[in-house]
């Protein structure tokens, strides 16, 4: 894992992936045919600011956190979809420890995969899925907690078999970094609080990010 030496806290999410940015690129200086996916709402607009850093077009990478019934930010698990490709991360300790039938946890699964068709209506319209294959991928988001919604993420992209896959983050914890490290080609994180309690602790401004906001960030860049 790759921690740069930054201030304790970013203003929002455009700083936070200046930030970023800057680390990618000295770490990948001649990255190659890469690809920058961004897990909305959130990442998107980091990833903006990444994609432009090394050069590389940007895209979304759609994923939803499958939450607790009654705690919906606890993840027993996530989707995640890139074009066709869709994969499903459970929390077998959680589910386990909680005795979540297997019945709740795909109702709460398909929920979750409306929400994902209609953010894939939303921001992507006709536009054909971005290439994986062979491809150094980019994933990036805000931040780093429990990392099941990036774990996801990271199972879909390897379905379609990229050439290499590098997770970015401005903000993640430091034990689920360790983890996520051994699942990727690289992992590359900006600030790495210690003791981590949430996301938000490394920015100012943490206000939920629009789709207004994703449309915008995505619309600098449609190479694919």
């Known amino acids: 894992m790759h921690v740069g030496r930054r201030p304790e806290r970013f203003a929002d999410r455009v700083d936070a992936g200046r930030a970023l940015g800057e680390l990618v690129a000295a770490r990948y200086p001649a990255i190659g045919p890469a690809l920058v996916l961004g897990l909305p709402r959130g990442g998107v607009p980091v990833a903006a600011e990444v994609a432009r850093a090394?050069?590389?077009?940007?895209?979304?990478?759609?994923?939803?956190?499958?939450?607790?019934?009654?705690?919906?930010?606890?993840?027993?698990?996530?989707?995640?979809?890139?074009?066709?490709?869709?994969?499903?991360?459970a929390n077998e300790v959680l589910l386990d420890r909680l005795r979540i039938p297997e019945q709740v946890f795909r109702a709460v699964l398909d929920d979750e995969m409306v929400e994902l068709r209609r953010r894939r209506a939303a921001y992507r319209?006709?536009?054909?899925?971005?290439?994986?294959?062979?491809?150094?991928?980019?994933?990036?988001?805000?931040?780093?907690?429990?990392?099941?919604?990036?774990?996801?993420?990271?199972?879909?992209?390897?379905?379609?078999?990229?050439?290499?896959?590098?997770?970015?983050?401005?903000?993640?914890?430091?034990?689920?970094?360790?983890?996520?490290r051994s699942e990727v080609d690289d992992l590359v994180c900006a600030l790495s609080p210690?003791?981590?309690?949430?996301?938000?602790?490394?920015?100012?401004?943490?206000?939920?990010?629009?789709?207004?906001?994703?449309?915008?960030?995505l619309a600098y860049d449609q190479r694919g």
């Open 194 to 217: 210690n003791p981590f309690h949430a996301v938000h602790q490394g920015y100012h401004d943490f206000r939920q990010t629009t789709d207004e906001e994703v449309l915008a960030a």
């Open 125 to 180: 319209g006709r536009r054909p899925p971005p290439v994986i294959t062979g491809r150094t991928v980019v994933v990036v988001d805000d931040g780093l907690a429990t990392g099941s919604t990036m774990r996801a993420a990271v199972a879909a992209v390897r379905s379609l078999e990229p050439g290499a896959v590098v997770v970015a983050v401005p903000v993640g914890a430091p034990d689920t970094c360790a983890r996520l």
């Open 54 to 89: 090394v050069g590389a077009p940007l895209d979304v990478l759609l994923v939803r956190k499958v939450g607790v019934p009654g705690q919906p930010e606890l993840a027993m698990g996530a989707v995640a979809a890139v074009g066709d490709s869709v994969e499903v991360v």
